[in-house]
């Protein structure tokens, strides 16, 4: 169910990111059957400093009929209690057992009260303690620290670490203890969404496609094949539709011009490639609207530049994730509607695959059948 959202709310979270996405996660979260909307839990390390910045996220997380539930262990989370007993009124503190009847009781206490329950466990680890509350209490983790998103060696930030795939990047040497505790949580959970980000920018991983976290996977199995019959069509087809939001014109026509495809194993996700001279054509690039944000595009990206390295596409004008694309192209030219973009091509083959692209039928239905 939707809420109605007022003003100050709406206009705060269009500061955020796009109306359209935003929309779409708070649908999600709101319609989720947790019990609760996500558990989160803050680093000791400079907590001082974003303290009510980390209460500004709550407040306005429950503003919007989601309740967060804060997780404190060991040491550092009971360190972390007591700056919270004496600086904010908001909390709603428990030391309790694991019998779900107890949790269950202090989620709907706190929930009428308008307060954010606070989960202590003094004498376990975090890790422990989200083992026995995944996915009892929700499927969602969201590790909170003051550095934020994770980074490599080099100090670049890193959106998307897979923890049973082979990752383009090495972390830095600090983060290696938080790499484990999310390998540790998602193998024995594998639904658990499981992120990093700082409470400056909490918000805009919680509801942007983008985010400004890091999230941790598991790493997808992606599929190959040489041609659609080797595939479910129906699938794929339903794919394509949802990801685009049209109907596909002539599937028949469309399916046979594709000589290469990448789909993940429960086709949330696909690349579908056509042969050319110059290299390359990427016909479609299609994330299922569930899958947007958790990392699959970026890892059928990585495959599909790793097997064909001279690669061209096209855009409409108004895709909106063309930035992203501009960042993987070695160029791009903009011809009315479309954006072509090209990676690996020679300098003499442009002109080609930029007329290629353009004379490329219309694969989709348009509104009013224009």
Known sequence: MTILLNKTLRLF????????EYEFYLNKFQSGQSQAFAILCPDRAGFEEVASVFTFDLDFLLRLELLPVILLAG???MALKRILEESQPCYNFCEISHREEDITKLLEVSRRAGRIPVLCYPKETRTDALLSLVPFISSR???????GILRDTAGREIFYYYTQKENPVEIAPEDAELVRLAATLLEARPGVHISVASPWRLLQELFTVKGAGCVFRRGSRILRFG???ECDTVRLGALMENSFGKKLASPATFAGRVTGIYVE???????????HPAGRYLSKFAVGTEARGEGLANELWQDVTRDHPAL??????D?????????????????GRWRVFWRGIAPEQIPVVIRYSLEKPDDFVQPGGA
């Open 13 to 20: 979270l269009d500061s955020i990111g796009r109306r359209d």
């Open 75 to 77: 040491e550092d989370g």
């Open 141 to 147: 983790v969201h590790l909170i620290r003051l550095q």
């Open 227 to 229: 041609s659609i019959s």
């Open 265 to 275: 194993e429960n086709y949330t996700g696909a690349a579908l490639l056509e042969t």
């Open 312 to 317: 061209f596409w096209r855009a409409r004008e």
């Open 319 to 335: 895709n909106p994730i063309n930035h992203w694309y501009e960042k993987q192209a070695d160029g791009f030219q903009r011809s």
